[in-house]
């Protein structure tokens, strides 16, 4: 584990700064918004049109990395992500705002592109577990060092903005330090989704059901625990603990995957996940104490669905396949984490906040069985991949 953070540790680093700049940014550009008493629509807008860009951000990721290679892909993205950064000091218009943050979502997504193609590049297969668990222990590290870099800024608000251009110059360095090579340059080619889909639905499912379910927890969850009766303080506590349950799982469960099969892993996850939730559906009105050690128990196993999905498709993939894989991947838990939250909401608004737990509940449910049926089809799939576990 030591041996491969200090391989990778350039890599996560500046994996880290990305994500403390990117947080730090969502959260400053929603209370800016709502200092200026702009409606909701504008908040829910900004956030549309920077997953609408790393929507289209895969594509131009794949084809940028293809011709200049992952270091220069990800030098001219954190350019494009400052200069649009320090368009938000020349213009308050919203409409333009929901332009930069387009373009902060496309670079972003160029960037996180370059970052796990290179690491599942240079990663065994024996040990890409513990390769990526580190990965997202850094993402989640940043997540929540970008929250508490919030408290740094003034009240008028006026280094946030700074901060964040910090963050996201300062991510060159480590990736220009690194010492493992980047991934050699390949034409991009073009890619028909069937076929890079193909023996792969197990891993976009669990891919696509973590956006899901981390959308609609980051979302949902803090309204959840308000209408459970808890104050800021609390609700805090209750979002805190659940995320840095899911950081302390990722380094065990990924040595664990190094050792057992992925898919088996998936699918235990799921049931564990479904039959966690489901009592909090149930009882209305728990008490704190208890709500928090069921979330705790939540968060470990949510927040690990990425990592095992990533990683099995990554260990059935060719690698010419790898760059436009990573895009896809980003892409299809973006358009979860914008469906979850969508259908968890009507679920609370019809029939209570505590059907929150039972829609978590019914995608781990799906998750289970879905993966359960297709299991003998993407293994036989499986036998001919170039990259077998």
């Known amino acids: 584990m030591i041996r491969t953070a200090k391989s990778f540790g350039m890599l996560y680093v500046a994996t880290l700064l990305m994500q403390l700049g990117s947080t730090l940014l969502i959260t ?212 805190a603990l659940t995320v840095v349950a899911g950081v302390l799982a990722q380094l065990p469960l990924g040595l664990l995957s190094d050792r057992v099969l992925r898919i088996t892993l998936i699918r235990g996850i799921a049931i564990l996940l479904a039959c966690v939730c489901l009592p909090l559906g149930i009882w209305q009105g728990p008490p704190q104490a208890t709500l928090i050690a069921f979330s705790f128990a939540i968060g470990s196993l949510q927040f690990c669905l990425y990592l095992l999905g990533a990683g099995l498709a990554n260990e059935r993939i060719c690698p010419d396949m790898r760059v436009p894989l990573v895009g896809m991947l980003l892409s299809v838990f973006g358009i979860g984490s914008c469906l979850g939250p969508l259908i968890a909401g009507a679920l609370m608004t019809s029939t209570g906040a505590s059907s929150l737990y039972y829609f978590f509940a019914g995608c781990a449910a799906v998750l289970a069985v879905v993966v359960g049926h297709t299991l003998r089809g993407d293994s036989q799939a499986a036998k001919d991949a170039p990259v077998p576990h």
């Open 28 to 239: 400053w550009l929603a209370l800016r918004l709502n200092a200026a008493g702009a409606a909701e629509f504008w908040v829910g807008a900004l956030m549309a049109a920077n997953a609408l860009g790393m929507v289209f951000g895969g594509g131009v990721g794949r084809l940028l990395i293809g011709q200049v290679g992952h270091v220069r892909a990800y030098l001219m993205s954190g350019g494009v992500i400052v200069a649009a950064l320090l368009g938000h000091v020349w213009s308050t218009a919203l409409p333009a705002w929901l332009v930069l943050r387009l373009m902060v979502g496309m670079a972003m997504m160029c960037q996180l592109m370059v970052i796990e193609s290179w690491l599942n590049e240079r990663a065994e297969n024996n040990g890409r577990g513990k390769v990526l668990a580190i990965y997202m222990v850094a993402s989640y590290g940043g997540m929540m060092l970008g929250q508490l870099a919030l408290g740094l800024d003034d009240k008028d608000g006026t280094l946030a903005l700074p901060m964040v251009a910090m963050a996201f110059v300062l991510c060159f360095v480590p990736l220009v330090l690194t010492r493992i090579p980047p991934p050699m340059a390949r034409a991009a080619a073009p890619v028909v989704p069937g076929q890079l889909v193909h023996g792969l639905s197990q891993a976009v499912l669990t891919v696509f059901v973590s956006g899901m379910l981390n959308g609609s927890f980051f979302g949902l969850s803090g309204v959840y625990a308000a209408r459970q009766g808890m104050d800021t303080a609390a609700v805090g506590r209750y979002l």
